[in-house]
Structure formats: structure tokens, C-alpha cells
């Protein structure tokens, strides 16, 4: 039975985690020497940070999933237009330092022979305007999308099909460059922000500590509505989205509004990410990286949040060795993992932890019986 308390024992558990990471990662990085073995590469700092964004990302994807049945595979479209949104600030933070030395255009502005700056990046040179859009542009088309797809009644594998083919129609418009976004290229050569070089190792454990931090009060939000009255309900849709409409509940308005949260924390996990990985282009819009997010919460398990953000960063590691290692053999390795999964763990990882749990105490219980009747 899943506990309402707003924090369980795996919550702390994954809290006291992060807060040992945000600790350990960016203190073995700084503090010890590099010919330490216990020194953390400056390679590995943004790496495990990455990872951490991806772990945002599998929450939001489970918010929806997990808790009120929505199967979503254009995910990737709202993580991506949050690293545009703060792609467009670090790329206006370069000024004169560009290789055109153009004060207010980017280089990429500059050899398409621009004349001045499109109105849709006005404003982008200021960090808050810059972090508002990273919240309010995969809200509102989250808000957009959601209205008209839940008010249709359009659910299941055909509510899927569509986010699936609006990230592709997204992929499509930021790749033609209609939109003055770096076309196939996308936007990357960042040197700084807030005047400090991205490339030092204080920025770097800087924005590693910021990801874990998100994550935590992700992770936070997602338990306190799930634990709620207005979670309760989106399990009920879940389960029985027709008897939850007939006991008088405005089905379609729980579904926007969880559907808008999630987006706007997947802008979120988007815009931590971009400036730690240095490049943000269209290939972030692929349907792949959506279904791959998927893969991750199904991996940790279905509707636990811990498990999600555990599941994307298991499977991420997974495929940097692999795709090193062995590059040919990811592709396989994740369609396996999923069957495997799928067949023989519906529950995921956390569901093997739960049930190795019941098996313990279901011995204990046995054990307490049998104890009088010797």
C-alpha cells in the first residue's frame, strides 16, 4: 500500500543521497589533488550532473504516468525548449566575445546576414526574463496541448501518438531554422554566465549542486500532490478515469494542470542541463530521447518517483559505458532491457526492493507463529 505521508523511508533515503552528493561529488572534485584516487575527474563533475537533469526529467514523466495514467512520448519537446529558453541567454551573454564581435547578434545571426536581433529573443540578455521562459514557454504549450487533447477526451495509445508527433513537428521547425535558432547546429560556443567562465571547476560543482537541489524539491513537489486530496483523485483517474467523471470530478481539469507541472519541471531538468553538457541543438526534440525517458521510470518503477529518478540514472550510466565499450550494442542492450523488464519486472526495481520486503516479512511473520507452537 502506498504511504501518504508526504516524505517515506525511501524518500529520506533519496534525500539523504542527494545532500551526501551535492557533499561528496563536488568536494572529492575541488579538495583532492589529481593524482588522488579518490579525485573525481573534472570530466565526471557535469557528467553526474547530466545525469541528475535526466532524473528530473524521469519524475515529471512519472507524475503523469506513473500517477494519472498518461502515457506521454513527446516529453523531450518540453525538456528542450527549457535548454533553448537558457540557451538563448548564454548565447546573448557572449557579446563582443563571439568570432564576429557583434555586440547584440550571434554568430550564427551574424553569417545568416542579420540586420538586428529577432523580436522573440528580446529580453533574453536578462537572467530572471530568461529563467521566467524556461518555466512559462513548456507551460504554456503543455497548457495549450492539454486543453484541447483532454477536453477531446483523447486518451491512451492515441493521446501517445500525439505528443509523440508534436515533438517530431517541434524537431522539424527548430531544424529548418524558420525560428532563428541555429538551425541543425542549435546553440552552443557558451563562454559564461553571471560573468563566471562555465569551464571552471567552481561552476561546474556549482551547477551539479543546483541540479541535485532541483531534483530534491522536484521530487519534494511530486510527493506533497501525490500524497494530496488532488492526488488521490489522479490515481482514481488513473484506475477509472469514466467513474471518477461519473462520481462529479472535472476529469479534464486534473489532467491540465498535472500535465503543465510536469512540462514545466521537464523545462526545468532541460535548462540545468544545456549549460553543463554545452550545446543545445534539435536532435534534443527526437522521439527516441522521449521514449528513452519512458523506458527510465518503467526501469526504476512505475508510479514511485524514487524509482524513476533511480531508473534514469542507472540506465544513463549504463549507456555511457556501453556506448564507449561497446558502441554498436546500446541500441540492442536497451530494447532487451525493456523486454526484460516489461516480462519479468512490471513493477521495476523498486517493485523487486518491495517485494523482497514482503518476502522478509512475510519469514518473520511465519517465524513468530511457529515460535509458541514449539
Known amino acids: ?16 543521497v542527494l545532500v551526501a552528493a551535492v ?14 584516487p579518490f579525485h573525481i575527474p573534472n570530466y565526471l563533475v557535469p557528467l553526474l550532473g547530466k545525469y541528475l537533469t535526466y532524473a528530473l526529467l524521469a519524475l515529471a514523466v512519472d507524475l503523469v504516468w506513473g500517477y494519472c495514467g498518461i502515457l506521454s512520448l513527446g516529453h523531450g519537446a518540453f525538456f528542450a525548449l527549457g535548454g533553448y529558453a537558457i540557451g538563448m541567454h548564454l548565447m546573448r551573454e557572449i557579446g563582443p566575445r563571439g568570432v564576429y564581435a557583434n555586440p547584440e547578434l550571434p554568430d550564427f545571426m551574424v553569417f545568416l546576414n542579420l540586420k538586428e536581433l529577432p523580436v522573440w529573443w528580446w529580453g533574453f540578455d536578462f537572467f530572471p526574463y530568461a529563467a521566467l521562459m524556461v518555466l512559462l514557454v513548456p507551460g504554456a504549450l503543455a497548457f495549450v496541448f ?10 491512451g495509445v492515441y493521446l501517445s501518438i500525439i505528443t509523440q508527433a508534436l515533438t517530431f513537428a517541434l524537431l522539424l521547425a527548430f531544424f529548418r531554422n524558420d525560428m532563428i535558432m541555429g538551425g541543425n547546429n542549435g546553440l552552443t560556443d557558451f563562454k559564461d554566465i553571471f560573468g563566471i567562465p562555465l569551464q571552471t ?3 561546474r560543482a556549482s551547477l551539479f549542486a543546483l541540479s541535485a537541489l532541483a531534483l530534491g ?18 490515481v482514481a483517474v488513473r484506475d477509472q478515469e469514466s467513474r471518477t467523471r461519473f462520481l462529479g470530478y472535472k476529469v479534464e481539469n486534473y489532467k491540465l494542470v498535472v500535465w503543465v507541472i510536469s512540462a514545466m519541471m521537464a523545462g526545468v531538468a532541460g535548462a540545468l542541463y544545456v549549460p553543463q553538457v554545452g550545446i543545445i541543438n534539435p536532435g534534443e526534440f527526437s522521439p527516441a530521447n522521449s521514449i528513452e525517458a519512458v523506458i527510465w521510470v518503467a526501469v526504476g518503477g512505475r508510479g514511485t518517483l524514487v524509482g524513476a529518478a533511480l531508473g534514469a540514472v542507472l540506465v544513463n550510466f549504463a549507456k555511457t559505458w556501453l556506448t564507449g565499450a561497446f558502441p554498436e550494442l546500446w541500441l540492442f542492450a536497451l530494447g532487451g532491457l525493456f523486454v526484460v523488464v516489461t516480462l519479468f519486472l512490471p513493477k521495476g526495481i523498486m517493485g523487486l526492493i518491495g517485494s523482497m520486503d514482503s518476502v522478509k516479512a512475510w519469514t518473520a511473520r511465519r517465524r513468530a507463529v511457529a515460535k509458541p507452537a514449539e
Open 217 to 234: 524539491l522536484g521530487y519534494l513537489l511530486c510527493r506533497y500532490i501525490v500524497t494530496s486530496n488532488f492526488g488521490k483523485v489522479l
Open 23 to 36: 557533499v561528496i561529488v563536488p568536494g572529492l572534485n575541488l579538495l583532492l589533488p589529481a593524482d588522488n
Open 146 to 155: 492539454g486543453w484541447f487533447a483532454f477536453r477531446s477526451r483523447v486518451t
Open 201 to 203: 571547476q567552481g561552476m
Open 1 to 16: 500500500m502506498t504511504s501518504t505521508r508526504l516524505i517515506d523511508f525511501k524518500g529520506y533515503v533519496f534525500l539523504a
